[in-house]
């Protein structure tokens, strides 16, 4: 289900930060050499607390901050050994279109989720480069639903960021015949 080796800088201080259902688990402590040696483990069960989901209209600007005490989702990407802390943004979408999400920070190393209504990502879009002023935009066509939209960071940090979405309803396309061993050319433009 999860593993961690945090052994390579020559301190042996693996973490596990895992979110599971009831049930029992089995922990195994090993050495990727096969040495000896006395070891600690320690288990702890943890409440992840209640992620409040806030309502957001398509075309509206949420100014917000990651804080230390935010809600967390583990597991974001894989099991690791990071908490994530998330701001959950809640969308309606009520026909067949085009989901736009923007994030702009100062200060995160941000990244931008899309959740369906089971919580199950969907999409996901990181600042390519951290402590940079920049946005992070994700694109999707979206099927009707219920969406989350989730604004956290890739390293542990807080700070503010900007929020919007937009939606969008897909345009005609138009296909032009393309005869076997022929070719075309054309433009592609932001009306298309």
């Given at each position: 289900?999860?593993?961690d080796?945090?052994?390579?800088?020559?301190v042996?201080?693996?973490?596990?930060?895992t979110?599971?259902?009831?049930?029992?688990?089995?922990?195994?402590?090993?050495?990727?050499?096969?040495?000896?040696?006395?070891y600690?483990?320690?288990?702890?069960?943890?409440?992840?607390?209640?992620?409040?989901?806030r309502?957001?209209?398509?075309?509206?600007?949420?100014?917000?901050?990651?804080?230390?005490?935010?809600?967390?989702?583990?597991?974001?990407?894989?099991?690791?050994d990071?908490?994530?802390?998330?701001?959950?943004?809640?969308?309606?979408?009520?026909?067949?279109g085009?989901l736009?999400?923007?994030?702009?920070?100062?200060?995160?190393?941000?990244?931008?989720?899309?959740?369906?209504?089971?919580?199950?990502?969907?999409?996901?879009?990181?600042?390519?480069?951290?402590g940079?002023?920049?946005?992070?935009?994700?694109d999707?066509?979206?099927?009707?639903?219920?969406?989350?939209?989730?604004?956290?960071?890739?390293?542990?940090?807080?700070?503010?960021?900007?929020?919007?979405?937009?939606?969008?309803?897909?345009?005609?396309?138009?296909?032009?015949?393309?005869?076997?061993?022929?070719s075309?050319?054309?433009?592609?433009?932001?009306?298309?």
């Open positions: 289900i999860a593993f080796d945090d052994g390579a800088d020559g042996a201080d693996a973490l596990l930060l979110s599971l259902p009831a049930g029992d688990y089995v922990l195994i402590a090993t050495t990727a050499n096969g040495a000896n040696g006395a600690s483990l320690q288990v702890l069960l943890e409440d992840p607390g209640a992620c409040e989901t309502d957001l209209g398509f075309g509206d600007t949420v100014n917000g901050q990651l804080a230390a005490a935010d809600c967390r989702l583990l597991d974001i990407l894989a099991p690791d990071e908490e994530n802390r998330v701001d959950l943004y809640r969308v309606q979408v009520t026909e067949p085009i736009a999400v923007e994030v702009t920070s100062t200060q995160l190393s941000s990244a931008v989720l899309l959740l369906d209504s089971t919580r199950k990502i969907v999409d996901s879009s990181v600042t390519p480069v951290p940079r002023n920049q946005t992070i935009r994700l999707i066509s979206a099927p009707p639903g219920e969406y989350l939209i989730g604004v956290t960071h890739t390293v542990v940090q807080v700070g503010n960021y900007q929020l919007r979405a937009t939606f969008e309803k897909p345009r005609a396309c138009d296909a032009e015949p393309l005869a076997p061993d022929t075309t050319t054309g433009a592609l433009r932001s009306t298309d």
